[in-house]
């Protein structure tokens, strides 16, 4: 009964708030984020800042497509493709497909959902292409991909020729994959074709809203990339970092293409460039939140195990930098993936992660004051995002959190919002959001005590970025510097003085590099 009642939320949510068009339909009573079951806070799903478009001029295109055997129903708003090949439909719109695609649309009557847009879908061939008319100008396209009895599939779908999805079924209880892209109409259609990569591509649904053209992001200083002297001792991707003084900590990580991972713990004196061991990791090897107090390390949350696994623990622990030792802590409320975790005036703040299943996100934040150890975690004001490989940074004794993902596992759906702890009022400030909505840039996000800066990372359609933006404190405006030499995510980041240093991590050109990037700030 959760499915069904979730299913048929995502349904009212989009109606009332995704891709609004004009329909009449009802005002939700709180926010896309409140908690409130009444609104059907959208979990599996995730709509988040980036995915939700203010309400469109009437002027601007829109419409959203559900794609189904013509012996179906309708779903409420939605126009219905057949299969039939290209050309003006009844409902006044010009659409289809490149050759007939009627005999591939399928429903499968799931008694598990109650939705009839995820369980009515075309199947499409690695030479499938659809199209619809629409002015020419900028669009936002979101996809929705996957049956209920699919899990064989590699789901990749391009619009305009740039990448809205890439994906794959995680589990029996998580079939479907979405995506999210803005693109650029210049010839009168907007098209979608499967990556050649695609494996059993299936399609739903697709909402289509034309939007402003983006804003250009403010260029800031220009940065100089070369390679750096220091290497890695190992190739690791999602290594956990910390910094004391001039010393870099940098814990566990996934190995060999992530099939394996490793709980070792090195060291890197940042005057010297020599590395040292610490002592092995005891718990989590990947996925878990740092912070430190200046001598004390502590790791919260995490997964054990390679890419995919999901094994996770709500397990916290102490390293001692200077007796080099691990002392268990009292456990986080719950298991978290990808959560992340700061030092702020005596308490540890833990906030966002994926819950046990891996792939829902979730915003709750929870607290631990060392100075009360009795006391245990306890909560403090949720995010007002769900979200999972998130950043956060303490700057002049504030704790900001950006971006990160919801749909960890499948969809990987980035977010743009940035958010200030206010912990005297015990609430979260809302700040200007990301240029690009990122993830994966936990350790390597980075703060000279004037900027925030973030160095790669991942965008939607599990792309890897290679940019470079700050957030000017004082201005309260982001700017975009010069983007290091190749794309990279999950790596670890590091200042000193006016350089940027950027190490290991999953590149898009060379797969997990030892190498460090050294970039010179004006």
Not at 13 to 19: A, D, I, W
Not at 169 to 180: A, K, M, R, T
Not at 216 to 240: D, F, N
Request: charged share 20%; net charge positive; aromatic share 10%.
């Amino acid at each position: 009964m959760q499915q069904k009642s979730q299913r048929a939320c995502l349904e009212d949510l989009e109606l009332r708030k995704l891709f609004a068009i004009g329909e009449d339909t009802p005002t939700p009573t709180h926010t896309m984020v409140c908690s409130c079951a009444g609104c059907c806070r959208p979990v599996e799903y995730g709509l988040t800042a980036q995915s939700v478009t203010p309400q469109a001029a009437a002027s601007r295109f829109g419409v959203r497509i559900n794609f189904a055997p013509s012996d179906t129903g309708t779903v409420r708003g939605y126009k219905t493709d057949y299969g039939a090949k290209f050309s003006r439909r009844g409902n006044g719109l010009t659409y289809g497909w490149n050759s007939d695609h009627q005999s591939r649309a399928d429903y499968n009557d799931d008694t598990r959902y109650d939705s009839l847009r995820a369980e009515t879908n075309i199947r499409m061939t690695n030479s499938s292409r659809w199209s619809i008319k629409v002015p020419n100008g900028w669009y936002e396209v979101r996809v929705l991909m996957g049956d209920p009895d699919t899990f064989n599939a590699e789901y990749r779908l391009n619009a305009e020729g740039q990448p809205v999805v890439k994906g794959a079924p995680f589990s029996p209880n998580f079939p479907w994959v979405e995506g999210l892209e803005t693109v650029r109409v210049t010839d009168g259609q907007l098209s979608i074709t499967s990556d050649p990569s695609a494996v059993n591509n299936i399609l739903c649904s697709i909402g289509i809203q034309q939007v402003a053209s983006p804003k250009p992001t403010l260029a800031g200083t220009k940065i100089s990339w070369s390679t750096a002297s220091v290497q890695s001792p190992i190739h690791r991707a999602e290594a956990g970092s910390v910094r004391i003084g001039d010393k870099l900590y940098v814990f566990g990580g996934f190995t060999t293409n992530y099939a394996r991972v490793t709980g070792r713990v090195d060291i890197l004196n940042l005057k010297t460039n020599q590395w040292t061991k610490g002592r092995p990791l005891p718990g989590a090897q990947t996925h878990f939140g740092a912070a430190t107090d200046g001598r004390y390390i502590y790791l919260a949350g995490g997964q054990y195990g390679p890419m995919l696994s999901i094994n996770g623990t709500n397990e916290a622990w102490r390293y001692d930098t200077i007796d080099n030792q691990w002392t268990a802590m009292p456990r986080l409320p719950a298991v978290r993936f990808g959560g992340q975790m700061q030092y702020l005036d005596g308490r540890l703040h833990f906030v966002g992660g994926n819950d046990t299943s891996r792939v829902r996100s979730r915003a709750e934040h929870f607290i631990f004051d060392l100075n009360r150890p009795s006391k245990g975690w306890y909560a403090g004001a949720i995010l007002p995002m769900d979200t999972d490989h998130h950043s956060s940074v303490v700057v002049a004794n504030q704790l900001y959190v950006l971006g990160g993902e919801v749909e960890h596992g499948t969809s990987y759906l980035s977010n743009a919002g940035m958010f200030r702890y206010d912990a005297r009022a015990n609430r979260w400030i809302t700040m200007p959001s990301l240029p690009e909505a990122t993830s994966h840039v936990e350790a390597a996000t980075l703060t000279d005590g004037k900027r925030i800066f973030i160095i790669g990372g991942q965008v939607n359609a599990q792309q890897l970025t290679s940019n470079v933006y700050s957030f000017d404190i004082a201005r309260n405006r982001w700017v975009q510097h010069t983007s290091m030499p190749t794309a990279r995510k999950a790596g670890i980041a590091w200042m000193m003085g006016n350089k940027l240093f950027y190490s290991t991590g999953d590149d898009a050109k060379f797969g997990e590099p030892r190498t460090t990037y050294v970039g010179t700030i004006g």
